[in-house]
């Protein structure tokens, strides 16, 4: 479904976070923008336009909202909701969507799902284990090779389903706790195991449009509490962008050996991504590896995950200006008529479109 620029558009914002009111912000400032909605929202994006009292994850009641309402455009924020598949029924309906549907978002809703998608497709991550049961969890810690775990449940768990572990008896007491309360966070039973990276980490988002891929802009988390990072990862603590003392490289390495290997994975397994992937870059160190800490962050400029919100408010002003124009890659435009943002394809590493400011989906 395409929408030309020029038409105005009646647009729901999905979710009620800071990144969403970031995004309320901004979209609202288009000139394509006619009215905004948000669904539930805050007191932010109730200042600029009208809130529903709506769940994010209620896609049969958010479908029915927006036909009375007559929205055009719909921007999905939280991962909960991709999970909940709300972007599939908004389709269904015939509205155009910002975000990934059910099956491509668990990239973002699954760690055991995207680490055996990287794996499978040659995407850099770090040694990891899936495992089910306590007793398959200690016999992983067994065999384990190396220092410190990380303990990752598997679903979401809105920033505190990861555990950085300093050696495998800290990691089985996590573990113990975990399954003595029949509690995994975000639910389930499965947990990833994986080495501990030691380096510097950035976070790259990239737009998506099913057929090619973007990479937007970068920023830094500020991830762990307490001072000289002593304390457990949690979210919402900040971001900075851009980030500084990376390689000069770093886009196209991100592109090269990331976005396109995702991109021809998705693909070869029948796969149509939209909106934002979040790819988590950690360069070691002492190593000449950069493993992708993690296969993504779906969604909307949803690169949902720990530091989604901080991380958002920093980039959306000066990457999307306006909005509309990053909705849709065109790769038909020459590259000497746009300059700017090189896309990954799946055929190669070699970026060879550009996106458009000219057209809006």
């Known amino acids: 479904m395409g929408i030309e620029q020029s038409e105005k558009m009646r647009i729901l914002v999905i979710g009620n976070g800071g990144r969403e009111d970031a995004l309320s912000w901004r979209l609202a400032r288009s000139p394509s923008c006619a009215a905004i909605f948000a669904a539930p929202g805050n007191a932010g994006t109730a200042s600029r336009g009208e809130n ?4 994010a994850t209620d896609g049969k009641t958010l479908v029915e909202k927006c036909q009375y309402e007559r929205v055009d455009f719909a921007v999905i924020g939280p991962e909960t909701a991709i999970a909940a598949g709300v972007g599939d029924r908004l389709r269904e309906a015939g509205i155009a969507v910002f975000g990934p549907n059910r099956s491509s978002g668990r990239l973002e809703s699954s760690k055991a799902f995207a680490k055996r998608f990287m794996q499978r497709h040659g995407v850099p991550t770090a040694r990891g284990v899936i495992v089910h049961t306590l007793e398959g969890a200690m016999k992983a810690l067994d065999e384990w090779k190396g220092g410190g775990v990380v303990v990752k449940a598997d679903g979401l768990a809105a920033g505190k389903g990861v555990v950085v572990t300093g050696d495998t008896d ?3 007491a996590v573990l113990a706790e975990w399954y003595a309360r029949n509690g995994v966070p975000g639910g389930g039973y499965d947990v990833l195991l994986e080495e501990v990276l030691e380096g510097r980490e950035v976070s790259v988002f990239a737009l998506a449009d099913g057929r090619a891929m973007v990479p937007m802009s970068a920023a830094c988390d500020y991830k762990r509490a307490g001072d000289g990072d002593t304390g457990p990862n949690t979210g919402g603590m900040g971001a900075y962008s851009p980030p500084n003392g990376f390689p000069d490289d770093l886009y196209d390495r991100v592109r090269e050996r990331i976005l396109a290997p995702v991109l021809r994975g998705l693909q070869a397994e029948g796969e149509e991504y939209v909106g934002v992937l979040y790819c988590g870059w950690t360069t070691c160190v002492a190593s000449s590896r950069a493993p992708w800490r993690s ?8 690169a949902a995950r720990e530091s ?3 991380s958002t408010a920093q980039m959306i002003d000066p990457v999307i200006s306006p909005p509309s124009s990053a909705c849709r890659v065109e ?5 000497d008529r746009v300059p700017g943002h090189r896309v990954a394809t799946p055929s190669s590493g070699t970026p ?3 996106i458009s400011p000219r057209r809006i989906a």
Request: hydrophobic share 40%.
């Open 331 to 335: 790769r038909s435009v020459p590259p």
């Open 352 to 354: 060879h479109g550009w």
């Open 52 to 55: 529903w009292n709506v769940a």
């Open 295 to 302: 296969a993504s962050r779906a969604a909307t400029r949803n």
């Open 308 to 310: 989604a919100e901080p």
């Open 170 to 172: 800290a990691a089985r």
